[in-house]
């Protein structure tokens, strides 16, 4: 029978009616009774344990698991073993003075036995002073460094984290600097590790070699000779400390941007090691009353030396690789003189100045800062301004900060200058302004500073567009000892020294005229000076050779036509003696750069290098010899094994005999009243050289020498256009030699001066086996009353004149100066 179902929908709802209230019908839920039979309580022990057991293992798996994940991922601690630190290459003098580092990293280690007591204790006192007892980790500054580190958390500062000194040393060969706990476990176990395999002695050797300690400087080593000057084993204790405060920051601990809390830093280290007991309170106070005493950060600019350190860093990179150039450690002495190279660099720059201003005076071609949109002039620091240092005589760039007429205002580096109308007569300009305005960048010549008041007095000066190269060689080991390339080398890297073929002008004429005497020739020989046309036996064309003043002297001496340079005599020479004899002696004296038998030769026609010139003059003052010229005279390895020694090669071009004529000759240069080096007798030393000049004066040359210095000078622009009207080698490229050695000679002067002793110039020597003579300078016969030009000339035995000039030789020689004949 079916059960009726009650209709429990509400009855609809008529339209307009007012609404109704319901209420839902009670549900009833049937109560259930679960009931749970008890168990014995050995059986709920055992679910308890083995939970416990499951929990328990599940805990050490995960650990287990992290350990082998952090184990998988670490490095092997005997990776230490083939860990080679990037070490400085280090150029030094002869006399083991420091010239340049080529580095990434400037280090340079050194072994425990050389690390002081005083630096090892002051390391372990301050960064790890339970280092000797700790196995690598030690348990109670991690637990007093994690307490430090919640404090700064809580107070929303960056945690640190606690670390021994195998600790650090681990974290910055294996890990990153991150702070995690990850990395922290991987230091632990690897300074573990670490201890394991290594002596406390070597652990504290790297930590003291790896550690970075600003300025550039890598190991403590390095830091030591950057702050101090002197080696890690030389430290005092205050010094000791210093260092030892620098490992905590660096950056931070500066004693040149930071004197007073790298002084408090220092004072920290000297408490703590009384502290420890390794010296006393008294040793202490004392240490902390000293100064800082550093030293001045190196003076030393870029520019020093920059094209020789050039040419070495070639060659150690063609012949030993980047990676041991860069990071090998390796130890290069070389043959560069400072002192020289010093004075080399003034002369050159100054005497391109020179020619610059008194040729073409202001050029209105200097940057203004302002227009750059730089309007802070000052603070702004130039990019040429390498230090904060002033050096007189020195030309820099400037900020001009004001002009008026009659004075400007320049900031050179942080000295503020003055200069005057005086100081800028050379420009020609009546007033500062017309030439000078806010925001230009100038270049300076300081002519005196205040340290102090930061003040200084300066002369307005300008770059030269012009270019120069000067090499200096010692003739008689053929030693390198001054190179410039170039006016700057951060301008150019080219080196004109030694890279740069140019037509030699006269130049090339000792060479040749060394050909004539060893071809029948002797000083007084005479020659005829006047217009006169070759036929050239290659071509068939006319060659005719013109004097440099175009001026004609008739009848002259050998020694008079090189004296004065005679252009026409030099190309008879060469035509007598053939212009493959000429190149052939030119090859004999050691240039290599393409010549051709070609009359042309003895007025310098054909490109050769300063270096080879230079090269080639040193044979004269060295007796005949010439020593090939070479820069670096041994390379050792970081450990002083010598990798490579100079291989010095030298051979005999000439006698000694023909070695001292051609001396004596070009010292009459030097010495005659027409001679075209003159300027240089004002010296009063015994020097000798060549001028050059080549066609509409694009190449300037002076080639010299004392008994012990060979030296030249090449002036000119990189294309070949003229140096200016009448530039020749003794008004463009001589001034800058003869300003160089007045500086070598002066120095001489004041050491004997000081040293209470009279200075007497070392001479040429003079070989047995020549004769002098007195002869006629005119008619180069042997002199007597009627002539009155006598003069000691030299000979070979039996080649000087047979007879006595009479006053008919002499009226016949004199003939030829009628009036000089001009040539236009």
């Known amino acids: 029978m079916m059960k009726s179902v009650e209709n429990n929908n509400p009855p609809p709802v008529e339209p307009g009616s007012p609404p109704r209230k319901f209420r839902l019908p009670a549900i009833r839920i049937p109560s259930v009774k679960i009931r749970i ?51 400085i290459t280090t150029i030094y003098t002869e006399s083991g003075e420091v010239l340049k580092e080529f580095a990434q990293e ?56 606690g670390s021994t000194i195998t600790q650090q040393l681990a974290r910055s060969l294996f890990l990153h600097r991150e702070v995690s706990l990850r990395r922290k476990l991987k230091e632990l176990f690897l300074s573990v590790q670490i201890e394991k395999k290594y002596s406390k002695q070597d652990i504290l050797t790297m ?27 030389d430290l005092t204790l205050e010094e000791a400390a210093l260092i030892a405060g620098i490992f905590r920051g660096p950056s931070l601990y500066s004693p040149y941007t930071n004197q007073r809390g790298t002084m408090a830093r220092r004072n920290l280290v000297l408490n703590r090691m009384a502290a420890e007991g390794y010296i006393t309170k008294a040793e202490g106070e004392a240490a902390k009353a000293t100064p800082l005493n550093v030293l001045p950060l190196r003076r030393t600019s870029a520019e020093f030396g920059a094209y020789f350190f050039e040419e070495v860093r ?11 150039l860069y990071g090998g450690g390796l130890k290069v002495t070389t043959t560069l003189d400072p002192i020289l190279q010093r004075y080399a660099e003034k002369a050159l720059r100054k005497g391109l100045r020179d020619i610059e201003n008194g040729l073409n005076g202001w050029r209105a071609d200097k940057p203004n800062l302002l227009a750059e949109g730089k309007t802070d002039l000052e603070t702004e620091w ?22 008026a007429r009659n004075e400007a205002v320049v900031r050179v580096k942080n000295f503020t200058g003055t200069m005057t109308g005086q100081d800028i007569a050379w420009t020609k300009a009546s007033r500062l302004d017309a030439i000078l305005k806010r925001g230009d960048v100038v270049q300076a010549r300081v002519n005196r500073f205040d340290e102090e008041a930061k003040q200084a007095q300066v002369s307005l000066d300008q770059k030269s567009v012009r270019n120069g190269g000067f090499l200096a060689v010692d003739p008689q080991t053929g030693q390198i000892k001054a190179m410039v ?36 020739f002797t000083p007084a020989s005479i020659l005829i000076d006047e217009p006169v046309t070759f036929i050239d036996r290659w071509n068939g064309e006319p060659w005719s050779p013109r004097n440099y003043d175009r001026r004609y002297k008739g009848a002259v001496t050998l020694r008079k036509g090189l004296e004065e340079s005679r252009n026409v005599v030099t190309a008879r020479l060469l035509d007598f003696i053939s212009p493959q004899v000429g190149v052939d002696y030119c090859r004999r004296f050691g240039i290599t750069s393409p010549l051709y038998p070609y009359l042309s030769l003895s007025l310098g026609s054909f490109e050769v290098t300063l270096a080879e010139l230079v090269s080639a003059f040193s044979t004269f003052p060295n007796k005949g010899v010439r020593f090939k010229p070479y820069f670096i005279t041994r390379i050792e390895d970081k450990d002083g094994n010598v990798l490579e020694e100079a291989r010095v090669e030298s051979e005999e071009v ?46 300037a040359w002076f080639i010299g020498f ?55 110039p070392e001479d040429f020597e003079v070989p047995p086996n020549l004769v002098f003579v007195e002869i006629d300078r005119k008619t180069g016969l042997l002199t007597t009353p009627v002539c009155r030009y006598p003069f000691l000339e030299v000979f070979f035995p039996g080649t000087e004149p047979g007879r006595y000039c009479t006053l008919a030789d002499h009226m016949r020689i004199l003939d030829y100066y009628v009036a000089d004949t001009i040539i236009d």
């Open 654 to 699: 000439i006698s000694p005999q023909t070695a001292f004529m051609m001396t004596y000759l070009m010292r009459g240069a030097v010495e005659a009243e027409t001679g075209t080096a003159r300027a240089l007798k004002a010296l009063d030393w015994p020097l000798a050289g060549k001028t050059g000049t080549t066609d509409r004066y694009s190449d």
């Open 485 to 520: 390339g170039g006016y700057s080398f951060r301008d150019s890297q080219y080196n004109r020294a030694v890279q740069a073929p140019r037509q030699t002008g006269s130049a090339i004429k000792p060479f040749l005229y060394t050909a004539a005497l060893e071809h029948g």
């Open 314 to 324: 070639k060659y150690l990179e063609r012949n030993y690789g980047v990676e041991a």
């Open 706 to 760: 004392s008994p012990t210095l060979c030296a030249g000078v090449w002036v000119g622009h990189d294309m070949q256009v003229t140096l200016g009207e009448r530039q020749s080698g003794g008004a463009a490229a001589l001034p800058i030699w003869r300003d160089f050695f007045a500086r070598v000679i002066d120095d001489k002067r004041r050491q004997a001066a000081s040293e209470g002793v009279e200075l007497v």
């Open 106 to 161: 400037r280090r340079v280690e050194v072994p425990f036995d050389q690390l002081p007591d005083r630096l090892v204790q002051a390391i372990v006192a301050t960064e790890d002073q339970s280092f000797f007892r700790h196995s690598g980790v030690a348990m109670r500054g991690i637990l007093r460094a994690v307490m430090a580190d919640v404090t700064k958390v809580l107070r929303g500062r960056r945690p640190e984290g």
């Open 207 to 233: 930590y003291c070699n790896h550690f970075y300690l600003g300025h550039g400087a890598y190991g403590v080593e390095t830091a030591s000779n950057l702050f101090f000057g002197k080696s890690v084993s």
């Open 37 to 87: 039979r008890k168990m014995d309580k050995g059986k709920l022990l055992k679910v308890f344990l083995l939970l416990v057991f499951l929990g328990l293992a599940a805990f050490l798996g995960g650990i287990y698991g992290s350990y082998r994940t952090i184990i998988n991922d670490l490095p092997p601690v005997s990776d230490i073993e083939n860990f080679r630190p990037k070490l």
């Open 382 to 403: 130039l990019e040429t301004w390498e230090n904060p240092f002033l050096e007189t005589e020195e030309v820099y760039d400037a900020i001009v900060l004001s002009a």
